[in-house]
C-alpha cells in the first residue's frame, strides 16, 4: 500500500466531516488561519506566517494535494456538520510505507476548543490508520508546555517516548522542548 488510493478524501463522524482539501477551500483555511493566527504561531509557525493572504492559502493547498498524490502526506480540514464551517485541520505525515507508520498533526479552532472535536478527529483518524490501513504505528510530538495536548494523547493511548530538548524553535523565537508520544497497533487491542 502506498498512497493515494490508501487514504479516503472523506471521513465522517455524527458531527464532524474530515475532507481532504479542494482548491474551492483556499478562503475558508485563510479565514481560519486569520481568526487562529494567535493561537498557531506557537505550534504551527509556518502556517501562522506562511498563510497571510488567500494565495498563500491555495499555494499552501496545491502544496497538500501534491504531497497527498504522492503518498508523502494527507491533509484533512475538519469540517463541523452543525455549522458547516472549516473548525481545524488534522494531518499524517512523515510516513514510512515500510513500516507503516505516520505521525499526526492537528489543531482546532479556538472558538471550537474543550468540545471534543481534536478526540474525536484523532480518533477517528487512528480508527483508519489501525483498523483498515494496518499502520503499525502512529506518533504525535508535542510542545512539553502545551499541557492540554499532552493530557488529550495520552487519553487516547498515546505513550511517552522521551523528550527532546530544545528541538522545536516557536513562531515566537523561542526554543521548545517536545514530548514524543505513540501509540502501535496492540495497544489498540483489547487485553485478555
Request: net charge neutral; charged share 25%; with cysteine.
Amino acid at each position: 500500500m502506498s498512497g493515494d488510493e490508501s487514504f479516503p478524501d472523506v471521513l465522517t463522524t455524527p458531527r464532524l466531516r474530515l475532507r481532504r482539501y479542494s482548491a474551492d477551500d483556499s478562503q475558508a483555511l485563510h479565514s481560519l488561519v486569520e481568526a487562529n493566527r494567535t493561537h498557531l504561531i506557537e505550534s504551527f509557525p509556518e502556517m501562522a506566517r506562511g498563510l497571510s493572504t488567500p494565495a498563500e492559502a491555495a499555494a499552501f493547498l496545491d502544496e497538500k494535494a501534491a504531497q497527498w498524490s504522492a503518498g508523502k502526506s494527507f491533509c484533512y480540514g475538519i469540517w463541523r456538520q452543525d455549522t458547516g464551517s472549516l473548525a481545524g485541520q488534522i494531518l499524517a505525515k512523515n510516513i514510512l510505507w515500510n513500516v507503516p507508520s505516520a505521525e499526526l498533526a492537528y489543531f482546532v479552532a479556538t472558538d471550537s476548543l474543550r468540545r471534543g472535536i481534536a478526540s474525536e478527529t484523532i480518533q477517528t483518524l487512528l480508527q483508519l490508520l489501525f483498523e483498515r490501513l494496518e499502520f503499525a504505528r502512529v506518533y504525535v510530538r508535542v510542545i512539553a508546555s502545551n499541557i492540554a495536548s499532552l493530557a488529550l494523547a495520552e487519553t487516547l493511548g498515546f505513550r511517552a517516548e522521551g523528550l527532546h530538548r530544545q528541538e522545536f524553535r516557536c513562531g515566537l523565537g523561542k526554543l521548545h522542548d517536545v514530548r514524543y508520544l505513540s501509540i502501535i497497533r496492540d495497544d489498540r487491542r483489547p487485553r485478555p
